[in-house]
């Protein structure tokens, strides 16, 4: 199994930033990649941004706009998304996946983001 463990959530007032942290544990050795997904309410999930393990590779999705910047710490098996220039928009529940070879996807609890006008 794979555990991940998001924080950084919270509220912050339009035009702020944040940067939001996921920290895999477990059975993490043939992870592949990493990635964060977002769901406002009553919206299906959608993906943000994410990175290629084993080549570093990142991409973004279109929320991302420019805005958002994903990093990691490979020793830590973790990663980041410093966002800013935070919209109201952008309000949501941010969850943390990984794929792994040995259990296939796993996700994280979420982490509420509330961006206020």
């Known amino acids: 199994q794979v555990q991940l463990a998001e924080s950084g959530g919270g509220l912050v007032q339009s035009g702020g930033s944040l940067r939001l942290s996921c920290a895999a544990s477990?059975?993490?050795?043939?992870?592949?990649?990493m990635a964060w997904y977002r769901q406002a309410p009553g919206k299906e999930r959608e993906f943000v941004a994410g990175?290629?393990?084993?080549?570093?590779?990142?991409r973004y999705g279109y929320s991302a706009k420019d805005r958002f910047t994903l990093s990691r710490d490979v020793a830590e098996t973790t990663i980041f998304l410093q966002m800013s220039s935070l919209q109201p928009e952008g309000t949501a529940t941010y969850y943390c996946?990984?794929?792994?070879?040995?259990?296939?996807?796993?996700w994280g609890q979420g982490t509420q983001v509330t961006i206020s006008s």
């Open positions: 477990g059975s993490t050795f043939s992870l592949y990649d």
């Open positions: 990175i290629r393990w084993t080549t570093g590779n990142i």
């Open positions: 996946r990984a794929g792994t070879k040995s259990c296939g996807y796993s």
